[in-house]
């Protein structure tokens, strides 16, 4: 099965359209001035044709984004603003300055590709990755079939190298595969016979057949990079206020220019003047765009946060997480390891191997991972048609008829509810008790060993700014409380039925003072109390049911440790997004009240807006990305600040020395009279 990466490079495409635009202004404009220098004697409309030539060249890009953007139902736009400004200069014949400030606009929008295509790069290898056919054995013959066509139990091949298109189970042969694109770790995953397998894996070693189980569109591959892809598009809660007040200022910054106009001319009589230092406020209001700074600094969040296995399926799941101040937990699977194992048996009048068989027996239907310990320490196979009548009891255990006897296996309240009277276990944290008949058989000791890392998760938890850690469980208190203890967690509430735990996360979510309230468990189990939660942490989501899930952030590992990673992830690009916010307002008010004052010509400021607009942008890009997360949670703002003003300054000096060079091109020195001549004298 080949696959391929579906990456197109549309940013690449648009750069180079618009440096080809860019290309044939800055040579019309040599070529105009060049003939101007020669033919001095030209007549005055042959002068305005060489003046205006150039201007409307190099409109094109601001004019088509423009035009894009009202048959998208937005009239008013930041590239409507530059358009109307250089018109404005143009008509009153300082065709330098509207020139000038069309190649500043359109230098910006060049730095703006440059960044996004680097980004784009960076985005995971994941959101791209799609399966060209699925090889399919029919008639004796391979077939390579397309992976939409694939429906639930046909049996795939998967050879050494090749990448599992579609979710199924191992139904021939033994193998590792890489989930690297998942999780981000290299450590290979050992898989064989009855093993489930997911779609977006590679196998590294021998060809496996594989019994697909679900559709291609509902496969974990296609809805985890969907979630990847969409995550960057999507609008957080931030944007949409800000939104909602940018919707306001380009009419705002329209209506000031004219009263810029209208109101000092009246007083003053310069009328000329004051339209002047109108246009120089239109062009310096249509840069540093607020919302394009902002989505780089969400966009590098993200796209770092699936680099180590964490998906984050929005901007709002990403700001709601660095917001957190209190993380509920739950305990099986989640800060433990999920895989029982019996370590002890005490019969009563029974064998112990007969024990373990009997409660192996009774558990034979169900996926509970205390079920399969009994049927793995099993060492007598019963037939499950001699297992009728199974019920699961939530909270308490099982009950059923194992050779027309009928059997209790679970927890001292099953035993009490059955009025069957059962040993004191306060030694031992887990114990399944079993009884048929009516006759106390004894107890199985079962043990679920703590995550490794789990202490230090919950410490790194406080560390990166959380109030308070709770944990939920099922089991009884003492149990509870000890793995609490063990954990460093601030709570532990204790024999929880799985509705109870949604109440329970109700009642933290009335109770808590300040920030978000995180739910942390299995996106399966848990799903009721994850969607209850202000943002849903689903871990050990390497599965088709995890993907499916509503679940706002996916660890897809069940390393534990991931979720203070994720956290300070997402407040340091939460952080980067309100400084970076900021700062693109004080520029542009800054820049503004620049030109209301007539500090500068209009070209230079758009070159100040543009230097700083773009500086920030490439800060982001080259920061956030290489950052280690301990520099992102000790590195202060005054610090961020400094690292922004030196890339502000880089980029403006870089747009001074283009600039530099064009303008003392002898060219330019040679022919640029006829240019001047055609504005009036100051």
Known sequence: MKHKDIRRDMHRIALERELLWLGIALALYIAASAVGAIYVNLPKWATLILAIVPIVVAAVTPLRNAFGKIFGGKVLSYELLIVLACAGTACMQNFNEAFFVLVAFDAGSCFEHIFAGKNQKRTPYLAFLRPEYVAVEQDGRMNMVDPVRIRPGTVMTVGKNELIPLDGIVVDGSSSVDASAYTGDRQPIDVGVGNEVVSGCVNLGNTLKIRVTGLYNNSTLVRASQAVESAPKSVSRREKRFAGISKLFTPIVIALAIALVIIPSIITGEWLDWAHRALIFLAAASFAQPLIVTSMAYFAGLSTAVGHGIIIRGKSGLEALADSATVVMDKTGTVTEGSFSVTGVEPKGISSADLVSLAAAAESYSNHPIALSLRRASTTVIDPEHVTNVRELAGRGIEADVYGRRVLVGNTALMNSNGIKCDRTDRHLSVVHVAAG????????????????????????????????????????????????????????????????????????????????AFVGDAVSDASVISKADVGVAIGALNPRAAASRSDILIMSDDIRKLPLAMRICKAASRTVRLSLLLAIVVKLAVLLLALLLAARPYFAAKA??????????????????????????????????????????????????????????????????????????
């Open 438 to 517: 009516g006759i106390y058989y004894g107890y199985i000791i079962i043990d679920d060993r703590v995550k490794d890392g789990a202490k230090d998760a919950v410490r790194e938890l406080y560390d990166a700014g959380i109030e308070k850690a709770v944990l939920l469980t099922g089991d009884t208190e003492r149990v509870g409380k000890a793995v609490g203890r063990a954990l460093g967690v601030s709570d532990v509430m204790t024999e929880l039925l799985p509705e109870d735990k949604v109440v329970a996360v109700g009642e933290l979510l009335r109770e808590k003072h300040a920030g978000k309230l």
């Open 609 to 682: 807006a543009v230097g700083c607009a773009t500086g920030m942008r490439h800060h982001l890009f080259k920061h956030i990305q290489s950052l280690s997360f301990t520099e992102m949670d000790t590195i202060g703002t005054s610090t961020l600040i400094t690292r922004m003003t030196s890339d502000i300054n880089q980029v403006q000096n870089g747009i001074n020395l283009v600039l530099r060079l064009f303008l003392r091109s002898p060219f330019i020195v040679f022919g640029a009279t006829i240019m001047w001549k055609a504005e009036p004298v100051a």
